[in-house]
Each structure stands twice: as C-alpha cells, then as structure tokens.
C-alpha cells in the first residue's frame, strides 16, 4: 500500500468512526430527552413480534384523543409565543411580598394552569418563573422544595379535568364519560390535595422580598385571534363540535398566523401515545396477559385503584391508562389511580422528568444536587401518594 492509499485508507476510517459518534451521540442525546417514547416505542417494535401487524391495528387508535391534544398543545404553544401564561403570572406574583406568599403563587398558578394547558405544559410554562423568582430574591435554597411542589400541583391540579392530564382526555374519551359527571367524580381528590399543598406551602418562611416586574405589552390581536382558538379546542374537548373540524381548523390557523407554534408542539408526547396505544393493543390480544391483568383490574373497583397507582411507579401513568383500560370498566377506580399514580417514583409521570430535568438544567456542577432533590421528591410525593390512596379507597 504507498502513501497515498494508507492516507485515503485511514481517511475512510476516520470518516467512518467519525460518523458512528455522531449517530450514537444523537442516539444517546435523543433518549436523554425522550425516555418515555423510547421505552414506547421498544415496547411498541417488541409486542408487535408477538401480535403481528394487521388490519386490527387501526381499531388501536383513539384518533378523538389524538386531536384533541395536538389542537390543545398547538394552541397553547401559540399562547407560550406571545408570553401570555408567563405575564398571567408574573402579575400575580407581583403581589406577593413574602417568599411564602410567593411560592404559595407559584404553586397555585401552576395548580390552576394544568387544569386549562395539561400538567406538562403549565411545568414548561411556569418553573422558569419560579426559577427567576427565586434566584432574583436570593432564595435558590428552597428551589428543591418550591419546584417540588410546583410539580405535585401540576400532576395533581390537572385531575379535575379532561384536558387537564393526558391520561384524562384518553379515558374521558374512551370511556365516552359525561363532562359533569367527570368532575364530580374527581372534585373531592382535587380538594384534598389542594388543602395538602397550600398545608406544605407554610414550610416554606415568610421571609420578605421584593420582585420587579417585566413590563410587557402582548399582541392584543393576535391574543384575541389564541384565545378564540383555545375556546375552540375546550369545544373539542367537550365534544360541543366534531374533532374533525377542529383538527381542520385549528393547524390551518396556526399555519398562516404563527408556523413556529405548530413546530413547537410537544410531538414526541403524541408519538408516545401512538406506540402506547399500539403497546396496550398488543398486550389486549395476548391471552396469559388478559388472564392476569384482567384479574387484577375487572374485578374490585379497590383492586383496581391500587393496581393501577402502583403500575404508574413502574411505566408512568399515561402508558397505566391505555393499557388498563382495555381491561376493566371500572373507569372511576383507574381514574383515581393514574391521577394519584402521577405522585411516587421520578418515571410515574412525564411531568416529574421534566421538573427534574429543569431544576439539573440550573444546577449542573452543584455536589450532591440530583441526591439531595431525588431523596426530598420521594419523602414528599410518597407521602402526598399515600395520604391520596387512602381518600380515594373510601370513595370508590
């Protein structure tokens, strides 16, 4: 081999390994950012070995679901552009004068904000305001506990609603549940907890502080032109108009008033329940797997609750939904479960990642800082667990 083959040679070489780390870095990069659709998606590739494709696939899907959150997500990404959840806020926090008025705000915007924009949404949207409210004050050593509590607000201000949690629009969907009947079954659970996380908030002192608010003006047209489209999503939710119409007009509106919005849209959330469904669908037509979940979840409604707020811990709860469903009707007992189930381990809700992922993104390179969130989110949301699962085996 002369010299300039041994360099073309090791050139190639080069080239080759070169592009090998890449791929694996984005690989790697890729399920960093998105562990639950991977796991989604293994599970999905995995059953489909067992149950191979056919035309009973398409009975899988809950295309209302589909809609429904694609049109909430983009509308509300829409909202995030012009800063309009992040102003609502930012004024309300403007009256607290104390950093126990503060949290007490922080949270309760959050419980209040994944009632409208879904749980994961209102995280995204309002801990960086708890983030700036806290290091703007000088109080960064309650960041633990308050984005701990903005997270259990979220996980559980959502449950009162359909849209409120993802797991609730697919079962509100699926089990074809009527609106006032939802939230009356869910109102008593969304009490207590309210009154648990107002009781944690006093732990937090009431140590004096000052804020300076951003004055910013939102385009008042286009606010107009979001809200009327967020009205219309509610509808769809709702079932006021067929989804299609929304599914029509609402990503045709965004296309030509704000492309960005549309691209902004949590996808990958809605990849995870394609492959979930595809999951739970698979699993459905496998028969020592009906055997035992069947078991553990068609029978006692008690059975049922506690089943599937401990598979929450394991597979989180928007997957415990979709697969659970296929095998019981007692869709008030798995209503609490995988509501209450978004409290316990760091994997039982989407949310919980995102919380820690958003406070590691502010504390990289401080020892012992994942140890020290990861120890104080188990005491507390294991307690906050608990103290749930006990109402919620009286009511059912």
């Known amino acids: ?73 983009a509308v509300i990404c829409a909202l ?73 607000a979220a996980n559980l201000g959502g449950m009162l609603t359909p849209f409120g949690n993802p797991q609730n629009l697919y079962l509100y969907s699926y089990f074809e549940i009527p609106a006032g009947q939802f939230v009356s079954v869910m109102f008593p659970p969304f009490i207590f907890a309210m009154i648990l996380i107002t009781l944690a908030c006093f732990i937090v002192p009431s140590t004096p502080l000052s804020y300076n608010r951003d004055e910013y003006e939102m385009p008042k047209r286009r606010l107009v032109v979001y809200l009327a489209l967020f009205a219309l999503s509610i509808l769809v939710v709702f079932r006021g108009i067929p989804y299609q119409l929304g599914l029509i007009v609402i990503p045709t509106a965004l296309f030509f008033l704000d492309r960005k919005a549309l691209r902004e849209v949590d996808w990958g959330l809605l990849m995870t329940f394609v492959c979930f469904f595809i999951f739970s669908g698979n699993m459905a037509r496998i028969p020592a797997v009906e055997a035992v979940i069947g078991t553990l979840v068609g029978g006692s409604e008690k059975l049922t609750l506690l089943t599937s707020s401990l598979s929450c811990q394991a597979i989180s709860n928007v997957p415990s939904a979709i697969l659970l469903s296929k095998f019981t009707v007692n869709w008030k007992a798995l209503l609490y479960g995988v509501n209450i189930g978004g409290c316990g381990t760091l994997i039982s809700s989407l949310a919980s990642l995102i919380t820690f992922r958003t406070f590691m993104s502010h504390n990289r390179g401080v020892h012992g800082a994942a140890g020290k969130y990861v120890a104080m989110f188990s005491v507390v949301n294991f307690a906050m667990l608990g103290l749930l699962l006990a109402l919620c085996m009286v009511l059912v």
Do not use: W
């Not at 080069?14 to 639950?36: C, E, Q």
């Not at 994961?120 to 984005?147: R, W």
């Open 1 to 73: 081999m002369n010299k300039i083959e041994h360099v073309r040679h090791h050139s190639a070489r080069y080239s080759v390994l070169n592009a090998f780390h890449t791929i694996l870095d984005a690989s790697v990069g890729f399920v960093r950012k998105n562990p639950v659709l991977t796991i989604a998606a293994a599970l999905a590739i995995a059953t489909s070995f067992i149950v191979t494709p056919d035309i009973e696939y398409l009975g899988y899907f809950d295309f209302r679901t589909l809609t429904c959150l694609l049109c909430t997500l």
């Open 80 to 152: 995030k552009e012009i800063r309009f959840f992040y102003v609502c806020a930012e004024r309300i926090i403007g009256f607290a004068k104390n950093l126990r008025l503060a949290t007490i705000a922080l949270v309760y915007i959050t419980f209040i904000g994944s009632m409208l924009i879904a749980n994961d949404m209102a995280l995204i949207t309002f801990l960086p305001l708890g983030y700036i409210v806290l290091s703007c004050t000088k109080n960064e050593k309650y960041m633990v506990f308050v984005f701990i509590l903005q997270n259990i």
